[in-house]
């Protein structure tokens, strides 16, 4: 089934999209994040953030996105995510347009198919390591042992495992960045957004976060967006692009 927007039942958005999982119908597949003129001011008396993005990324492709500090990165991703409305153009992920689906629907498909590391990481603090980690899984209804076998994976591939039972509080910032990253993955999203991601980390832990990132874009046939001020950190990605007033360009 072919997912189109501006449907008016967003729940079949939904399982539509599941048969993306095809490899082989993949070329047919809409991209997996299109951004068509987008804009946003946050402001009437303020110049606008950004006007104008068209981007689009395929199955496989991980971009990294550099620019100064205010430039609009983290707006960006949150528009890419469904948790903020653009005031122009539109966001299509998996060929849906988000713009025709209500607040519970974005939420729903953003729960599947979006990983997102926050830059202020919303890590629950009350929390123990390995049940941040699960989060996503516990939204999307998976049951243990599937549950815990993925959990604990993830945890082990972000060097964290030993801290699996220690709440979230007691962490230094570094380990916290690590429960952000493995949470983001550990569903497996068709869309990784990271949002400086290693700006907390030791240089050989950002190195294995960054390969960890990567590796997760490609095996899962999705796509990602690294957002970082690192140029050696965004070379890790296949293509660089910087945002600035005038938009997106090759960097
Ligand atoms: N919710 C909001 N309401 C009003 N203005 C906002 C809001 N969020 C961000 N801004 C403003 O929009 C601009 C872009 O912020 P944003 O966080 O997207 O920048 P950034 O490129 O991610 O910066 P950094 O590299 O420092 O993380 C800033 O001037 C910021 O103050
Ligand atoms: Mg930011």
Known sequence: MRLEGGGHRPEGALVGAGALADPAGALAEPAVLRLENLGKRYSPDRPALFAGLDLELRQGEYLAIMGESGVGKSTLLNLLAGLDRPDSGRVLLEGVDLSTLNDDAVTLLRRRAVGFVFQAFHV????????????????????????????????????????????ARELSGGEVQRIAIARAVVHRPRLLLADEPTGNLDPSSAAQTLALLRAQVKTNAGAGILITHSRTAAETADRIMVLDGDGLKPG
């Open 124 to 167: 629950l603090p009350y929390l123990s390591v390995e049940e941040n980690v699960a989060l996503p899984l516990d939204l999307l209804g998976v049951k243990e042992p599937e549950r815990s076998r993925r959990t604990a994976l993830m945890l082990s591939a972000v060097g964290i495992a030993p801290l699996a039972r220690r709440h």
